[in-house]
């Protein structure tokens, strides 16, 4: 699986958007890009994932650049609660399924 | 569905110890994951199973660590004898689609928060 670079801290204002960067410069073909997040204490939870089209659900928005190297969740109101670590994770569908989480970004909701 | 299960939320145990920690996975899920985080090293895959056998165990630190799926519905990791740098957050997920999320996605557990002393 392609690896994938994160800040590794944000801040974010409470109300405002959060756009959280994802570089994935090795990305192949037939790879995903997904995202989990992490609030404290918790196990990691799913958010978001996509293969080359933006994607939105009832969580967030993810836009991935048409050359796939790099892409951004976007949270568009954020809330104290989504203060968390979240990962970019990138894999395939197929083969193995080892998921491989790297550091996060530690994303700082404030009021 | 209550999700996926892990027990002890909580456990202290005294070096040398055997410890056993165990898991619920989702139903119909057919692969299960133990991961173990730490500060220093974060999130880690130990091993994962898929419909009850063992696929890949490399991430097993050693073989103090066993895992094993008799069924279905229940996992256990084991730590014979643990020791202190075994103190982590033990995580079990399972995989699985259900209400428009892919199949590949994985839902974890609230982890077993391990101290050896």
């Known amino acids: 699986d392609a690896k994938t670079t994160q800040p590794p801290s944000m801040d974010c204002a409470e109300g405002r958007a959060a756009n959280l960067p994802c570089n994935h410069s090795?990305?192949?073909?037939?790879?995903?890009v997904y995202w989990y997040r992490q609030i404290h204490s918790q196990g990691p939870q799913y958010i978001i994932h996509?293969?080359?089209n933006n994607e939105t659900n009832e969580m967030a928005s993810l836009i991935i650049t048409e050359d796939r190297k790099s892409s951004t969740l976007i949270l568009p109101h954020a809330t104290l609660r989504d203060t968390a670590v979240y990962y970019c994770?990138?894999?395939?569908?197929?083969?193995?399924?080892?998921?491989?989480f790297g550091a996060g970004t530690r994303l700082f909701v404030k009021a | 569905d209550a999700g996926v299960i892990q027990s002890p939320r909580h456990e202290v145990t005294e070096m040398g110890q055997e410890v056993t920690l165990r898991c619920k996975p989702i139903?119909?899920?057919?692969?299960l994951f133990w991961y173990r985080q730490t500060m220093m090293r974060g999130l880690e895959l130990l091993i994962y199973?898929?419909?009850?056998?063992?696929?890949?165990d490399s991430g097993m630190p050693e073989d103090r660590f066993s895992a094993k799926m008799p069924n279905a519905s229940f996992s256990t990791l084991k730590i014979q004898p643990s020791e202190p740098r075994d103190s982590a957050v033990y995580f079990c997920?399972?995989?699985?689609?259900?209400?428009?999320?892919?199949?590949?996605?994985?839902?974890f557990g609230p982890g077993t928060r391990l101290l050896v002393l």
């Open positions: 994770i990138v894999r395939a569908h197929t083969g193995g399924f080892k998921t491989i």
């Open positions: 199973f898929n419909n009850n056998v063992p696929i890949d």
């Open positions: 090795t990305i192949s073909g037939n790879e995903y």
């Open positions: 996509g293969l080359k």
């Open positions: 997920a399972s995989r699985g689609g259900q209400g428009g999320v892919p199949r590949e996605t994985q839902y």
């Open positions: 139903s119909g899920h057919d692969y």
